[in-house]
C-alpha cells in the first residue's frame, strides 16, 4: 500500500504537536458557535497510530470501566468518532465528553472543520481482560472484536505488545508497541493443530500499511507468527534460522513471544492464552529483508528484467504463478512458485522461466560441471553448499521440495535460500527417512517429482569435495558439538518458566503422534530439549563418518 509523503521527523511532530493540543471545553461546538467559513490554513504533522488526535488514556488494556477523553490540536474543528472499526467521516458522532468503555473497543478519532477532515486521524485500542497473569517474555495480544477464528482471509485486529520490566511482563503496564492490524490463519498442515499458526500485518490509522519495529527487529508491516507444536523442544525452528545467518545464509530474524488470541468478543482472558510462539520476519524484497533491486512491473526489458526474484518449490502446494519446465517428465521440475515480484509482469514471468530452464538444462548436460559454462555459471555455489549441509544436518522432511526458497538479484546468480519452515527435523516427522541418523535426505524423491537440483550437483566430484570440506571447517567452529550446544542453551534459557506454560496449555509432551508427524515422547520440556540434542549430535556424528563427509578432501 502507499505511504504517507513528506512526514516531518518524529521528534518535531510530537513536540509541534503537543503543543497544539487544546482542551476539550476549547473546541468550538456546531450551531451557534461553528467553525468561520475560511478555516485558518492546517499543517499535517502526523504522531504515529494517534496522529493528530489526543486519547487521555494509552492504548492497553483495562478491567471493569475505563474514560477516555478526546482532544485535537486544530482550533474550531469537531472531533468525530467511531468505535465499530470504521473510519470516520463526516456524519460520524461527534464526539461531545468523555468516553466510558466497560469492552473491547477501537476508538478511531478525525478532526473536521465545515465537514472536511483536517490532519491526520487517530486511533486508540482498548482491551478489556479479565486475565491477570504475569510472564518473563514478552506477550503479544491480538484481539479481533469478536469475529471468530481467523480463516484465510484477513480481519481486522487489535495488537498489543507487552516487554518484561525487571524480569516481569505485565498487563498493568503500557504495552511498548501498540498497532491496528489485520490477521489470517496461515500454514498448510501447521494450520489443522489446535496451536494456529497466523499471518500479522501492522496497518495505520488509514487503513495502510504501518512498519513497526519488533523486538528489536527492523521496522516492517509483514510478519508471521509460527506456534512450535510438533517441535516440543519449541526451538527447532529458531535453531536453524539463527546457525543459516551464522553461517553466511540468508534466515529471517525471530524473537519468542507468548501469544494470547481473542477471538469471542468477550474481555480478554486466561482461556485465550495460546503458549509460546516465535514472531518471525516474512520473505520479502525490502532494504531489512532481502536487499534486491525491486522490480517494478514496467521492467521488462535488460537490464532491468534480470531480478531481483523470489521463487520457491512447493511440493504439491505450489499457488500460482508457477513456472512450467519444458522436457522429460522424469527430470523436469515440478511446483515451482514465484513469490516477487508481486504482481508478476508476463514477460518478467517468461525471462524468469526460461533463465531457470537454461540453468536446469545445463545441470542436465553432459558438461554440467564446466566451471565457465556449466552450473558455476549460473549459481551462488557456496549458497548451495551451506543449504545443503544444513538439510542433511537438520534432515528436514521437507528440506529441497517445499518452502525451497531461491533467489537472484539484478546482478546476481541464483541463490539459495533464505531459509524457511524447520519444525519437521532433528528427530520430527517420520516420512522420507527423515528420522533416520543414517542416510542422505537429497535423496529422498518424492513424485511428482519437485526438484532434481540438489541430486544434479551431487553427481559432481568437485561439488561433493566442496561440501566436505565446508563441513569439515564448519564442525570446527559453530557446527562443533560444543557450539551448538551452546546455541540450544542461549535459546532455551528464556523459555524455561514460559515452557511449563505452554505445556499446561497444550500437553502434548508424550503423544508419539502429533496429527501426521511422528515426534518424540520425552515426558517433560527438558527432555524434549534433550532429544533434540542428542539426534544432533548422532547426526553429525554419522555425517563426520567415512559413510558421509569423515573421508578426506582431495
Known amino acids: ?23 476539550v471545553a476549547a473546541v468550538p461546538p456546531t450551531g451557534a458557535h461553528a467553525a468561520p467559513a475560511t478555516p485558518p490554513p492546517v499543517t499535517t504533522i502526523p504522531t504515529s497510530l ?8 494509552p492504548s492497553g488494556t483495562f478491567t471493569g470501566e475505563l474514560t477516555v477523553t478526546l482532544r485535537t490540536r486544530f482550533p474550531y474543528a469537531q472531533i468525530r468518532y467511531t468505535t465499530d472499526g470504521s473510519p470516520p467521516t463526516s456524519s460520524s458522532p461527534v464526539y461531545s465528553g468523555p468516553l466510558r468503555l466497560t469492552t473491547t473497543t477501537q476508538v478511531r478519532a478525525q478532526a473536521f472543520v465545515n465537514g ?34 481467523p480463516g484465510r482471509e484477513y480481519v481486522d485486529a487489535a495488537a498489543l505488545l507487552f516487554e518484561p520490566v525487571g524480569g516481569t511482563t505485565s498487563f498493568d503496564r503500557s504495552p511498548t508497541l501498540a498497532s491496528r492490524a489485520a490477521i489470517r490463519l496461515r500454514g498448510q498442515s501447521s494450520a489443522t493443530f489446535p496451536k494456529t499458526p497466523y499471518r500479522l500485518e501492522f496497518r495505520d490509522s488509514r487503513d495502510e500499511d504501518a512498519d513497526l519495529p519488533v523486538l528489536g527487529m527492523p521496522a516492517d508491516d509483514d510478519w508471521v507468527l509460527r506456534g512450535p507444536y510438533p517441535d516440543k523442544a519449541l526451538i527447532r525452528d529458531a535453531f536453524v534460522y539463527s546457525l543459516a545467518r551464522d553461517i553466511g545464509l540468508a534466515a529471517p530474524r525471530f524473537a519468542f513471544v507468548e501469544l494470547y488470541v481473542n477471538v469471542d468478543g468477550g474481555p480478554l482472558s486466561a482461556d485465550d492464552y495460546q503458549g509460546v510462539y516465535l514472531i518471525v520476519e516474512t520473505i520479502k524484497v525490502s532494504k531489512n529483508r ?21 521463487f520457491k518449490f512447493e511440493w504439491m502446494a505450489a499457488e500460482e504463478p508457477t513456472l512450467p519446465c519444458q522436457g522429460p517428465a522424469d527430470t523436469c521440475w515440478n511446483y515451482l512458485e514465484v513469490v516477487e515480484p508481486d504482481p508478476l509482469a508476463p514477460e518478467q514471468k517468461e525471462w524468469l522461466r526460461q533463465h531457470i530452464q537454461q540453468f536446469h538444462d545445463v ?11 556449466g552450473y558455476p555459471a549460473w549459481i551462488d555455489v557456496q549458497s548451495f553448499v551451506d543449504r545443503l549441509i544444513i538439510g542433511e544436518l537438520t534432515r528436514e522432511m521437507d528440506s529441497y521440495v517445499r518452502s525451497e526458497y531461491f533467489y537472484k538479484d539484478r546482478d546476481g546468480k541464483i541463490t539459495a535460500g533464505p531459509m524457511w519452515d524447520f519444525d519437521l527435523c532433528f528427530g520430527v516427522g517420520g516420512f522420507f527417512n527423515n528420522t533416520q541418523i543414517a542416510g542422505w535426505q537429497y535423496e529422498q524423491i518424492r513424485y511428482p517429482i519437485a526438484t532434481d537440483w540438489y541430486n544434479q550437483l551431487m553427481r559432481d566430484p568437485a561439488f561433493v569435495n566442496r561440501v566436505r570440506a565446508r563441513w569439515q571447517e564448519l564442525r570446527r567452529g559453530p557446527l562443533s558439538n560444543a557450539q551448538l550446544d551452546a546455541r540450544i542453551a542461549a535459546l532455551t534459557a528464556p523459555l524455561t518458566n514460559a515452557a511449563q506454560r505452554n505445556f499446561a496449555r497444550w500437553p502434548n509432551l508424550s503423544m508419539p503422534w502429533i496429527g501426521f508427524f511422528l515426534t518424540p515422547t520425552a515426558p517433560t520440556w527438558e527432555g524434549q530439549v534433550q532429544a533434540m540434542r542428542q539426534w544432533m549430535f548422532d547426526r553429525a556424528a554419522w555425517l563426520d563418518s567415512p559413510a558421509g563427509w569423515g573421508a578426506a578432501t582431495y
Open 116 to 149: 472536511t477532515p483536517v490532519g491526520e486521524p487517530g486511533t486508540a485500542l482498548y482491551v478489556a481482560r479479565t486475565v491477570n497473569a504475569t510472564h518473563d517474555i514478552p506477550v503479544l495480544v491480538l484481539d479481533n472484536y469478536g469475529q471468530g477464528a
Open 1 to 23: 500500500m502507499s505511504r504517507h509523503p513528506s512526514r516531518l521527523p518524529r521528534a518535531l511532530a510530537v513536540v509541534v504537536g503537543a503543543a497544539l493540543f487544546l482542551p
Open 363 to 373: 545441470l542436465h548436460s553432459p558438461n554440467f560441471a564446466d566451471p565457465n559454462t
Open 50 to 57: 494517534t496522529g493528530d488526535i489526543s486519547f487521555s488514556a
Open 290 to 310: 532481502l536487499n534486491l533491486k525491486k522490480l517494478r512491473k514496467d521492467d521488462v526489458s535488460l537490464p532491468e528484467i534480470e531480478g531481483g526474484y523470489v
